[in-house]
């Protein structure tokens, strides 16, 4: 059935469906979020467990091994990673890319449960979760306030501002920065405690008996029922330092006896500065699902409120990641409507008809609209990866309406009415158009469905691409011939002769059908010369970005005091200054905020590092990009004493890591590498994990008189503990306020932890009584692994390099030169992952997927052609637009990266496109017109020439903005539009003079062949 004949002679119900699906599309549009990245859910789940003040060492023993060991047995386990810091363990479980989340989540979670025996019973309970891309925080917002104190300002970020906050739409977590916790501290009279006998652990431990409320028990006075409650928990410190603590002797002592009792803050673990003043701050995560514009649109909102409730506190926002955002988002649409409008302005130079265009025109809207329903469905968001869709096949959309306006145009110069030319043109060009839009979609539905963590995130590039570009093709059958039946005029019989250009064009194409072995032979030289240009360029993941934001982040030497950390920040902060393109500096101070990127999991607390969360002018407002500035922070920085410095927000970077069960093998390996690392140039700070030792003070028990005490290295430790940080934070006694629990940090003086000497005197209990620390035991200095880091069952040494503009691949290739890496220890091996990893599955995704999509073009072109060999014709413009593809990046200085690659991947759909039109029309007038195959190729180059220079002037037009960089950050949009451009102008002008004579060659192939089997040709077709 000819739909766009049926279009045409009932035009209502094409207007009634296209009016539903306009409807339906705004609906979606405004129902959809604006987000980074896809919403993306990978099947990697972490385990986080606490054991406060465990080593890495001894978390690697004692938890680490044991819960690999457990999920190691799962299936579809690919890696499994550990990073082991001071108390802290946090085991990754990355499966294979088809696993069930929610599947492995829970396997993951009957693993740790089934070992919870054999795990210390002092350690947190194992929190198990998901790994997604709603881990980052969004709105970083500061407050100060000139009538609350430090602890006053806290407690309300803690209570007023998160329970607002936590009330509204979209927000899932708010952690505050800086500040202080309210504790009561009880500090110890080391001397006192020796005289009455006790430790500092029997003190707490007899608190927490004391200082509680307790249920049970049930009364039946007055004949009614009564529940029975024991209440003991006092209110305040002064009733607590009153007290009568019961010793295990029998006797009791007042607790401001032996104690000095204070209701203050915990020790100070973080600073937040904002420009280098004092603030407090609080960061705003949004949930999995929402949009993170939208989230940060309604904590904006509740902020204000707060702002108007709470007069005497001063919110200030300090840095964002939504703005990036909404800048791309913004700049994506502009370049929706520029593209649009420039393609349509093409059609309009080359028509000269403004009803022909409208009809052109028409096919944009009408197309992209619908896509917005369909992306709703799909539960997709407006993100980097589908606005980059649109914003590339703007250009495409347009396409199919041209073809058919073009040849309805040509039609109406013969004299016919705009209702026969509509009727019999669209009849003529149908399955050419057909061909060229299902051509498309066969390139990129692949893209969707590639394997590995690629294919989840172009699932909704590939899918929104095609889908607008289906669109396009009911718009190009149903509407365009109808409107154009309706709207258009009809044109006066002329017999207007070709233009100089298309007299020049078909003389030239006469010339390459009659020469046609020097015509292939020069297609075969540019296509070998243009495989020469892959040396030229450099190889790379993702380009550098242009956000407006970058970070320094700071690490000190282990050992090292918040203090100390906090002076180093600030000189850091000083040193940056003057930079005229900084505008804002917001210090995180304990805290080093994870790489940016879809799977930023926040800041790990630390005391001896520092994040520097520097905000830069917008991108047209500075002359530098964001890449040269970072280099002048790193210069700068490298002035900065005993600090480990590293620059950006995540970002491309090489890693290079190495595993072993020999640690000592490990460490001279990491070493050696390093040091070639180091000579390497035009790279950025090199940094080792392997490095990273901690001073400590060490206690070996003298097994001997330890057992002659009677002490046992439970008590000793234990003992140990308690008096030096208090008993673990689960088991602290707490004071019961209204609104909170306040935890009571029983511990000796502070004074006592400065001196070694004071605690080698400390007193450890045994069965014959108190004996002191140093009969039993050998304190000495000593030092330990700052960090532990194992990848797959083994200790793993990660050497970050940062790329300081120089390609990834460019870097990797001098890398493995070094001879340290080609020659590392036996039983020390080098493990693949990180971007380098990432970056060649990615490409062998998109090799996969570009293979695929030729195969799919060519079962596409052979189901409706009915043809097995001529497909072969359109498919040879492929290699014809790959040298100017490849050329275009040359001149650009753009390298062969994952944008790129996006681009030769949506090259091979488009420049079929020109073959389809040109062969499609050859076979008409072979099989229809009864023209010999000399005069059908070039009556096809003289009819489809003007309609595929214009589709391609129309394309290159619509992406022309992304090239140029306009509007959003151009860093990852403008290859791809180069790559296009410049394989569109070659394929274009190649295309028109080789593929009819590939034709040829294949014709003659096929009379060949049916010449073998006795199956004769007419004469007319020689």
Wanted: aromatic letters at 6%.
């Amino acid at each position: 059935m000819n739909v766009s004949a049926w279009s045409i002679r009932n035009p209502v119900p094409a207007i009634l469906l296209f009016a539903l699906l306009t409807f339906i599309g705004i609906g979606g549009f405004k129902a959809l979020g604006i987000q980074q990245f896809p919403e993306v859910e990978l099947p990697i789940v972490t385990v986080s467990i606490g054991l406060e003040g465990a080593s890495p060492a001894q978390l690697e023993t004692e938890i680490a091994r044991k819960v690999e060991n457990a999920v190691a047995s799962l299936s579809g386990v690919k890696h499994i990673y550990a990073n082991l810091t001071d108390g802290a363990a946090l085991i990754s479980v990355e499966f294979t890319i088809d696993k069930d989340s929610e599947v492995a989540q829970n396997e993951v979670r009957n693993a740790v449960d089934s070992i919870r025996a054999s795990l210390p019973a002092a350690m947190t309970d194992p929190v198990v979760s998901k790994l997604s891309t709603a881990g980052s925080p969004i709105l970083t917002v500061t407050v100060t306030s000139d009538k609350l104190d430090e602890q006053g300002l806290s407690w309300f970020v803690d209570n007023e501002v998160s329970k607002e906050l936590l009330a509204t739409k979209g927000v899932g977590l708010v952690s505050r920065v800086g500040g202080v916790n309210r504790e009561v501290q009880v500090n110890l009279d080391p001397a006192l405690m020796g005289g009455l006998g006790v430790t500092s652990s029997d003190i707490s431990t007899q608190l927490g008996r004391v200082q509680q409320d307790a249920s049970g028990g049930r009364g039946d006075v007055g004949g009614g029922v009564q529940s029975i409650r024991t209440l003991a928990a006092v209110q305040t410190a002064a009733d607590i330092a009153a007290l009568d603590i019961p010793l295990p002797d029998g006797r009791q002592v007042r607790l401001d006896q032996i104690a000095h009792i204070s209701d203050t803050a915990a020790e100070r673990a973080s600073y937040a500065l904002l420009d280098g003043k004092p603030v407090i701050g609080f960061q705003i995560t949004r949930t999995k699902g929402a949009s993170e514009v939208s989230v940060a649109a309604a904590a904006r909102a509740t902020i204000e409120k707060l702002q108007a409730t709470y007069p005497q506190v001063h919110f200030e926002e300090a840095f964002d990641t939504v703005e990036p955002i909404q800048e791309n988002y913004d700049g994506s649409m502009m370049l929706l409507y520029e593209g649009a409008a420039l393609a349509i302005l093409v059609v309009l130079i080359f028509l000269r008809d403004w009803r022909a265009t409208l009809v052109s025109a028409a096919a944009l809207p009408l197309a992209i609209i619908p896509t917005f329903a369909v992306m709703h469905y799909f539960g997709y968001s407006l993100n980097l990866l589908t606005l980059l869709a649109m914003a590339l096949v703007v250009g495409v959309l347009v396409d199919d309406a041209i073809v058919e306006v073009e040849n309805i145009e040509r039609h109406l110069r013969m004299g016919k009415t705009p209702y026969q030319a509509a009727m019999e043109a669209a009849d003529e060009i149908g399955l050419a158009v057909i061909a060229t839009t299902f051509t498309l979609i066969a390139v990129f539905l692949p893209t969707a469905f590639m394997g590995g963590i690629p294919g989840k995130f172009f699932e909704p590039f590939g899918i929104t691409a095609a889908v607008a570009i289906f669109f396009s093709l009911v718009v190009a059958r149903l509407l365009t011939p109808m409107m154009a039946a309706y709207i258009m005029k009809a044109h006066p019989q002329t017999d207007s002769r070709d233009g100089r250009v298309m007299s020049h064009y078909l003389r030239l194409a006469r010339w390459c059908l009659r020469h046609r072995l020097i015509t292939v032979a020069a297609a075969i030289t540019l296509f070998v010369a243009s495989l020469a240009i892959i040396p030229l360029l450099p190889t790379g993941f993702i380009p550098a970005g242009d956000t407006m934001q970058t970070a320094a982040k700071l690490e000190l030497q282990p050992g090292s005091t918040l203090d100390e950390t906090r002076a180093s920040a600030e000189q850091a902060r000083q040193l940056l200054a003057d930079i005229p393109e900084i505008t804002r500096v917001f210090t995180m101070v304990g805290a080093f905020s994870g790489d940016g990127g879809p799977f930023a999991m926040g800041a790990s607390a630390d005391v001896r590092k520092a994040t520097l969360n520097i905000l830069l002018k917008k991108r047209h407002e500075r002359n530098r990009t964001q890449s040269e500035v970072e280099i002048e922070i790193r210069q700068r920085l490298q002035a900065l004493p005993g600090a480990r410095v590293t620059v950006g927000l995540g970002g491309e970077k090489m890693q290079i890591v190495l595993a072993s069960d020999d640690n000592k093998a490990l460490q001279i390996a990491a070493t050696a590498v390093t040091r070639d690392l180091r000579t390497l140039k035009g790279l950025g700070n090199i940094s080792s994990s392997a490095s990273l030792q901690r001073p400590e003070i060490q206690i070996i028990p003298d097994y001997g008189r330890a057992a002659n005490a009677g002490v046992t290295a439970q008590s000793l430790s234990s003992t140990i503990q308690m008096a030096t940080n208090g008993d673990f934070a689960a088991q602290l006694p707490k004071l019961n306020l209204p609104q909170r629990q306040v935890p009571i940090r029983v511990r000796l003086d502070k004074a006592f932890r400065k001196d070694l000497a004071q605690i080698r005197q400390m007193k450890i209990p045994g069965s014959h009584g108190m004996v002191n620390l140093t009969n039993v035991a050998e304190v000495r200095m000593g030092s330990g692994p700052a960090q532990v880091d194992r990848f797959d069952r083994k200790q793993n040494v990660t050497l970050d390099v940062e790329l300081n503009g120089r390609s990834l691949g460019e870097v990797i290739a001098e890398a493995d030169k070094l001879p340290a890496l080609q020659t590392l220890p036996a039983g020390v091996k080098r493990q693949n992952i990180g971007d380098a990893e990432t970056m060649a599955e990615l490409f062998g995704s998109f090799g996969t997927a570009m293979l695929i999509g030729v195969l799919c073009i060519y079962i596409v072109l052979v189901l409706l052609l009915h043809d097995f060999l001529q497909p072969i014709t359109i498919l040879a413009a492929l290699p014809l637009s790959l040298g100017g593809a490849l050329m275009a990046l040359l001149v650009t200085h753009n390298s062969i990266s994952m944008p790129s690659v996006i681009g030769l991947l949506m090259l091979m759909g488009i420049v079929t496109k020109n073959s389809i039109l040109l062969v499609d029309y050859a076979m008409l007038g072979l099989h229809e017109h009864g023209l010999q195959r000399f005069d059908a190729l070039i009556d096809a180059c003289h009819k489809r020439a003007r309609p595929i220079v214009m589709t391609s002037i129309a394309m290159g037009a619509g992406m022309l903005p992304t090239a140029l960089g306009l509007g959003a950050d151009p860093s990852f949009r403008a290859p791809m539009a180069v790559v296009l451009i410049g394989g569109l102008v070659a394929s274009t002008f190649l295309s028109l003079l080789v593929v009819p004579v590939v034709f040829t060659l294949v014709d003659d192939l096929v009379v060949g062949i049916k010449k073998l089997f006795g199956n004769t040709r007419p004469a007319a077709r020689q």
